[in-house]
């Protein structure tokens, strides 16, 4: 769009007040869709369909982890993520308005479709902190089901900021809003809403410094609810009960996997099948051919340093049935470890030591003080405070 953010105005740094340009340039936009002929409106809507494929997919990654899908999975939420949400009463949260007469419906049902891909869009292209914050409180709205106009709360937004890694948005959301920015979203942004699934979409779309700044946040948190953000198990029938550490071992994210065990996550909790995220990483492991093996053994060795000892695991007998194989996969020190054939090596013992020593505030900054190897100092990970 070209707006530049105005004088004393930093992008994620606090909200200025907002010049009667903007409001102009904003009003001017979504002025422009509504003035469009039919035939007009359906040659754009042609023109970005991809775009509006890539919204809709938002939502089945939510539901169905599956970037592709056009729908989310049947009963995980209906409806597009854009059109949807829950609109906040407290103050810099948006708006929730009343169920709209039905006459005015249709009609306020279009606008909002408008108003909503245009929010969507905005942060996709990266737009300034200031400006889709004045959008998203008081430009942008969404139709919900029962007739409702409501504003996109934060934790909608971070969705939205994680999906397209809009990095200063989800810094200034997560500053600004910690509790609502990590809220359960609506039904149509999230299958279940027992729990919000931002640290699960953080290693989806492999957001590793965007994750690193929600461990930040809900270290603030009472540790109840710091649990139940780390410990947070996906919608069973359609996610099958993973928690964030097996979809980090799913899709082999070494960095990701790293800071959720450095900041607290259970490498013991089981999914709906009973699996352990060592198992799911075994399984990814035990794929033929083995391809990525070097960023699979990495996550292991990750594992190795916060699991206790005595972990029972779904595939040790697997692993005890086929042994040559999975020495050859493995190595044999590795091997003989997890069948518990022999006892953690004296560098896996005093690694795990180390590691106690540091605390979740200072991890992982602190790996740089500890004579750890390579390896366990995962790289591009100095954010800035």
């Known amino acids: 769009m070209g707006l530049q953010a105005p004088q004393g105005g930093v992008p994620g740094a606090g909200l200025p007040a907002v010049p009667s340009s903007l409001r102009a340039t904003t009003n001017a936009l ?26 809709t997919s938002f939502t089945a990654s939510t539901c169905a982890h599956t970037r592709g899908s056009p729908q989310p999975a049947e009963g995980c939420g209906q409806g597009r993520a854009a059109e949807s949400g829950v609109g906040q009463a407290e103050p810099g949260q948006g708006r929730q308005g009343g169920v709209t007469p039905p006459a005015q419906g249709a009609a306020s049902q279009k606008q909002c479709k408008k108003s909503s891909f245009a929010f969507y869009q905005a942060v996709r292209d990266l737009l300034p902190v200031w400006f889709l914050e004045d959008m998203r409180t008081m430009e942008a709205f969404h139709w919900e089901d029962g007739g409702k106009v409501s504003a996109y709360s934060p934790s909608e937004a971070l969705l939205y900021a994680l999906v397209h890694d809009h990095q200063p948005y989800a810094r200034h959301l997560l500053t600004k809003f910690p509790q609502s920015a990590l809220a359960v979203p609506s039904q149509n942004f999230s299958c279940c809403q027992s729990s919000a699934p931002h640290l699960a979409m953080a290693v989806r779309y492999n957001r590793a410094r965007i994750l690193f700044r929600i461990l930040k946040a809900i270290q603030a948190f009472p540790p109840s609810d710091r649990a ?158």
Do not use: Y
């Open 228 to 385: 139940g953000h780390l410990d947070r198990r996906g919608c069973s029938r359609v996610e099958g009960g993973k928690t964030a550490l097996h979809v980090a071992c799913e899709l082999v994210r070494p960095e990701c996997l790293l800071l959720l065990l450095g900041h607290g996550a259970s490498p013991c909790l089981q999914d709906s099948a009973g699996n352990t995220p060592l198992d799911t990483l075994l399984e990814q492991i035990s794929h033929m051919p083995a391809a990525n093996m070097r960023a699979k053994l990495l996550c292991l060795d990750c594992l190795f340093f916060f699991v206790p000892q005595d972990l029972q695991f779904s595939m040790k007998q697997q692993l005890l049935d086929n042994r040559q194989q999975w020495q050859d996969l493995l190595g044999e020190n590795r091997f003989q470890c997890l069948v518990g054939l022999a006892p953690p090596s004296l560098f896996v013992g005093a690694m795990r030591v180390l590691i106690r020593t540091i605390s979740p505030e200072h991890f992982p900054e602190a790996l740089d003080d500890l004579p750890l190897p390579h390896f366990l100092k995962p790289l591009d990970l100095k954010l800035e405070s």
């Open 30 to 55: 979504l002025l422009c869709s509504q003035s469009l002929t039919g035939s007009q409106w359906e040659g754009l809507q042609a023109n970005v369909s991809g775009t509006e494929a890539r919204t």
